[in-house]
């Protein structure tokens, strides 16, 4: 799957984008605790991220298709 | 890209005199601009960063929704991103209807929905760092 970040999970994990091969039935739960080995920081943003797959918020526990994009988007501050 | 976010400065009163035709009697606008303090600690500038491919898309479902919850004619939005200083035009939303109750609703559930719901994020500096927000102002 590709995985996409911003802000500061983005600056947390060191990187915009990367792909990481999954299991089937991943979903971006799983597919986040992958990052959080990763990088041990984002662990804790957890309740503030939502997630979304193909550009649509989703459930975490969403089942991920191959070749997914997986967002984990930070509150959002437009205005 | 659908061209709702731009990187160059926003002129706002060049999308509103776009907007109305020959049948509208209102437009409401919202102009965001970057204020220079936030809860008592000065704000020297901000940067937005977004999601950019799904912000667009959530957008222009916002606007289709708009216009299908209110009598509105017509509608005009621009987001930035980067780096803004004191005072730039960080949004802005125009909406054209016949009369002024649909034309003020609309912009102000546009705004709030696209706070609440598009992803676009802000970073703010200040004199002795910078931080994402990531809580409800």
Same mark, same amino acid.
């Given at each position: 799957v590709q995985v996409r970040l911003f802000a500061r999970a983005r600056e947390v994990v060191g990187a915009r984008a990367l792909e990481l091969e999954v299991e089937a039935g991943a979903t971006p739960a799983s597919v986040f605790e992958l990052l959080c080995r990763r990088a041990?920081?984002?662990?804790?943003?957890r309740r503030i991220l939502r997630c979304a797959v193909d550009e649509e918020y989703v459930d975490w526990s969403a089942p991920l298709h191959d070749g997914a994009e997986v967002a984990f988007i930070p509150p959002t501050a437009g205005g | 890209m659908m061209g709702y976010l731009t990187r160059d400065p926003i002129d706002a009163a060049a999308l509103m005199r776009e907007? #109305?035709? #020959?049948?509208?009697g209102a437009l409401a606008t919202f102009v965001g601009v970057v204020r220079d303090n936030q809860d008592g600690r000065a704000v020297l500038g901000l940067e937005y960063e977004a999601h950019e491919d799904m912000a667009e898309r959530q957008l222009a479902r916002l606007i289709e929704e708009a216009r299908h919850r209110w009598p509105v004619s017509s509608v005009a939005l621009r987001h930035r991103l980067g780096a803004l200083g004191i005072g730039e035009v960080s949004v802005a939303i125009a909406v054209a209807a016949p009369h002024r109750n649909e034309a003020l609703e609309a912009c102000r559930w546009l705004i709030d929905t696209l706070k609440a719901q598009v992803p676009i994020f802000k970073k703010e500096r200040y004199a002795d760092g910078a931080a994402w927000i990531e809580a409800d102002p």
């Open positions: 041990a920081g984002l662990a804790e943003m | 907007l #109305p035709g #020959p049948a509208d």
